[in-house]
């Protein structure tokens, strides 16, 4: 552990969000520093009231330190203008871990895909008996793991909020996955959103790596235009051939979770990893829940439940590689969000939009995909099985992958996702 000029150590320090990572921090913290804790929701009950402060206390105490949760917005907290006065006082968890340790770090971002790669290099290494720790955006918080040894490996998947308030957070290796249209409405413009991403890439050092989509020609122009202290690997899907051919998971049949899998092997092949037991974890993955994950899967009909897709993009790299497939989706569009899969890709699918937003994501795909609307996700599936069974097809694709976010019915997509595996029970059980 770094002890030596740490920033975080003997100062005043205020922790805004108490979810998780909030909480963590402060049991981190709580003997090393003089902790404070504030969360908007006052009703928040913990063993910690004592430590809770008020607005008026916020106003009168000059802190050192502002640790934020990733989930609070800037601009529309109850803390908004005192954090803007104070901005360069903002620091994240992950700020807090890389004070505090010098490990190996890998850490994954991108708009899609960065749970699912995070979580099959963190097996791959616990298979090949590395002390690997999945923390950040999945997994547990940062500052929340014991017994931390010089071997420790952390596996670390950050979002664009984790890096854009980050400050002093650096990773040995990094990868960008992709990067397309998200999180406009907190971070004001797409400009800004790249920019959260990229400083994972420009706060490395020399002697580190960094993985970026080869393909993806946003990510080369802004490659190209800055200069970089690591070593830049530019990662290609479509070098998979002789390795996609030991993989017999049918997890790594789309688009998306071969470009997963290829920088998966790429930061692999520089960690030295052996590739049998590679392809071993690989072929023995079972997916996260909610991410293109197979439900059912029996006689003529497969049912993937891809709830964590809230855009277009994340929907796309299933929908390019399926045929007479039943496409479900609703939620809240994202901002700038484009359906951009091709008429000749689309002509064997159906989509089928739910709930209160149906307008909007009709006018986004009118005249480009068969569409139909419903009112919510139950009448949906009504129809959908009204088809199969009269339709008669050797085989039917239920896709349930929103394209949307979930706020406007349900708490999260855990939330949605549980609810469609409900529904789906009641109709596997009556029907087939």
């Not at 908007?40 to 009231?49: A, G, R, S, T």
């Not at 002093?168 to 797409?190: G, P």
């Not at 990229?198 to 946003?218: E, I, P």
């Not at 277009?312 to 496409?327: G, I, P, Q, R, T």
Request: proline residues 1%.
């Amino acid at each position: 552990m770094k002890i030596f000029n740490n920033i975080f150590l003997g100062k005043k320090i205020l922790i805004y969000g108490l979810g998780k990572s909030g909480i963590s921090s402060y049991n981190f913290l709580k003997n090393k520093s003089y902790v404070y804790l504030y969360d908007d929701n006052q009703k928040i009950k913990l063993k910690l009231k004592n430590k809770i402060i008020s607005l008026k206390e916020i106003q009168k105490i000059n802190f050192d330190i502002i640790i934020i949760s990733p989930g609070i917005d800037i601009a529309k907290c109850k803390l908004s203008n005192f954090l803007k006065k104070n901005f360069q006082k903002i620091h994240t968890d992950l700020d807090v871990l890389f004070s505090f340790y010098d490990n190996e770090n890998i850490t994954i971002t991108g708009t899609n895909g960065k749970s699912t790669t995070a979580k099959i290099l963190h097996d791959v290494l616990i298979d090949q008996n590395k002390d690997s720790r999945l923390i950040g955006n999945i997994g547990n918080p940062a500052l929340s793991e014991k017994n931390i040894t010089k071997k420790t490996v952390f596996v670390i998947e950050a979002s664009s909020y984790q890096l854009d308030y980050s400050k002093i957070f650096k990773s040995k290796y990094a990868a960008i996955l992709n990067i397309t249209s998200d999180h406009i409405e907190r971070h004001k413009s797409f400009k800004n959103y790249i920019n959260a991403k990229f400083k994972l890439l420009k706060s490395q050092t020399s002697g580190s790596f960094a993985y970026v989509k080869k393909d993806d020609d946003l990510i080369i122009k802004e490659i190209n235009k800055g200069k970089y202290k690591a070593k830049i690997y530019k990662v290609d899907a479509s070098n998979l051939n002789k390795e996609i051919s030991k993989i017999t998971n049918k997890y790594f049949i789309s688009d998306g979770n071969k470009e997963n899998l290829s920088f998966i092997l790429k930061i692999a092949l520089k960690l030295k990893l052996n590739k049998k037991k590679l392809i071993k974890t690989i072929n023995k993955f079972k997916g996260l829940d909610f991410r293109q994950q197979i439900i059912f899967d029996k006689n003529n009909l497969t049912i993937i439940n891809d709830s964590k897709s809230t855009s277009f993009a994340s929907s796309e790299n299933v929908l390019k590689n399926l045929s007479d497939a039943y496409w479900i989706l609703g939620g809240i569009p994202k901002k700038g969000d484009k359906f951009k899969l091709s008429k000749i890709k689309s002509k064997n699918l159906k989509a089928f939009v739910f709930g209160v937003h149906s307008k909007k994501f009709l006018k986004i795909l009118k005249n480009k995909i068969k569409v139909k609307s419903f009112s919510n996700l139950q009448n949906t599936l009504k129809a959908i099985f009204s088809e199969i069974n009269s339709h008669n097809l050797k085989k039917n694709i239920i896709f349930f992958s929103p394209a949307g976010a979930s706020f406007d019915s349900f708490k999260n997509f855990e939330d949605r996702g549980y609810y469609f595996n409900q529904i789906i029970k009641k109709y596997i059980n009556a029907k087939r």
